[in-house]
């Protein structure tokens, strides 16, 4: 538990405002009026930044035409380097072994097509059945593509709650016929962070490979690969990072890997000074940009330039400090004002386990997320009955958690969410 004050007034939330250290990179976002914008954990918002980053990589297009591959600020064809550059930072990284390249999916196909390599009774992938589905989509795709079932070769470790898992589960399914291993760093519905340093360690003493899918976790919480020694990671931009719906998501190679040819190669993996020799043979650059295969997505990648230059301004352990002590701060106030209306805390109340979003689970989930954009607040819904409300550190206000929980009260005793059918939306 944290030593955190607790006061449920309006008046401690504004007091909470007027101490906050990153109160003023609220003014750097796009915020609606009369909204309040609680899904940063899905899709962050727009920041005046990445907006000036997409308009001048657009004026260097229409100035310099083609040679802005080489010219301008943000030269083309190093910009997925320079951004990996930025990122390494807020992985613990060195800035050669982060790409900027693909898409979560994509990239996690690249790196098990890289680092799966079934062989005697080493055959199996580790993975959870709490992750999100499109990794097992693509742990499955990669098992068929190596002549294996998919039924027999990924294991997946059990819940003991349907919320979270265990660490010594994880362990206890490192067997000797594991060949490689693949988590995510936080639960995307409870938002519980897993111990990487100790899963690293545990994997590596039984000689198996393992990375992470750190969609949920990059941007609000620090991380320190280079020191857990984990083999590779993924995860997308546009989340925390606010990198724009869709933008390009992000890869990490740990140096002792730099030997290995990727598992799935493309032109933009090349040796830069070899890349336009145009010959049939593939010299691999020396770092993780050899990871890349097609061309960057130079539209999609700019807004992450002005994004990073806001996290390295603010400091990822400045953002994690007032995460944690807002999250907890919405927690204490649902804890007060929301007693036997049915809400139970889905996610870790350790502060050392919790990520950046808080979980209710309700039976009225569905239309109380419907009920709660009625009156102005934007949450995340998971089926079957999950509400995420993440607070982000960088824009979000104590003042907006305050108002949010009130609003709930306010839908929850008037019964508003009746109004409201009881299930998702298209997009949830």
């Not at 809400?343 to 109340?349: L, T």
């Not at 104590?398 to 929850?412: F, N």
């Amino acid at each position: 538990m944290s030593n955190y004050d607790f006061d449920s007034t309006y008046e401690y939330a504004r007091k909470l405002d007027q101490q906050d250290e990153l109160a003023s990179f609220r003014n750097e976002f796009y915020m609606k009026e009369g909204s309040i914008y609680l899904d940063g954990n899905s899709l962050g918002l727009l920041s005046k930044r990445a907006e000036k980053a997409v308009l001048d990589i657009l004026d260097s297009w229409k100035q310099l035409g083609i040679n802005g591959w080489t010219e301008g600020a943000y030269p083309w064809f190093y910009v997925s380097e320079k951004l990996g550059e930025m990122s390494a930072p807020l992985v613990g990284a060195a800035p050669e072994e982060v790409i900027v390249s693909g898409s979560t999916t994509t990239n996690l196909h690249q790196a098990v097509a890289t680092f799966y390599a079934p062989e005697g009774q080493k055959t199996k992938i580790l993975a959870d059945e709490l992750t999100f589905p499109s990794d097992i989509y693509a742990l499955q795709s990669q098992i068929q593509l190596k002549g294996l079932n998919p039924d027999e070769h990924l294991v997946r470790v059990k819940s003991r709650d349907g919320r979270m898992l265990a660490e010594e589960d994880i362990i206890a399914a490192m067997t000797e016929e594991i060949a490689l291993i693949v988590l995510p760093s936080i639960l995307y519905r409870s938002g519980q962070i897993l111990d990487m340093k100790l899963l690293t360690e545990e994997a590596h003493k039984r000689g198996i490979l393992i990375g992470f899918d750190c969609c949920h976790s990059i941007g609000s919480i620090p991380h320190h690969f280079n020191k857990w020694d984990v083999d590779f990671a993924v995860w997308c931009n546009y989340k925390h990072l606010n990198g724009g719906p869709g933008g390009v998501a992000s890869l990490y190679i740990n140096k002792k890997h730099f030997d290995r040819t990727p598992g799935m190669t493309g032109w933009f993996g090349s040796r830069k000074d070899k890349q336009f020799d145009m010959e049939h043979s593939f010299t691999k650059a020396n770092d993780a940009s050899a990871y890349q295969m097609g061309t960057p997505h130079l539209l999609s990648v700019a807004p992450l330039i002005g994004s990073l230059e806001i996290f390295a301004e603010a400091g990822i352990h400045r953002i994690r400090e007032k995460s944690l002590r807002i999250t907890r701060y919405m927690m204490n106030l649902i804890s007060h004002e929301l007693k036997g209306m049915g809400f139970i805390m889905g996610n870790p109340d350790d502060d050392n386990r919790r990520g950046g979003h808080i979980f209710l689970e309700h039976a009225e989930a569905a239309r109380i997320c419907k009920a709660l954009k009625a009156n102005g607040v934007v949450p995340d819904f998971r089926a079957p009955n999950g509400i995420r409300l993440a607070p982000v550190a960088l824009y979000n206000t104590y003042e907006e958690v305050w108002k949010t929980v009130q609003i709930i009260k306010t839908i929850m005793s008037e019964e508003q969410y009746k109004q409201f059918e009881n299930v998702r939306e298209v997009v949830a």
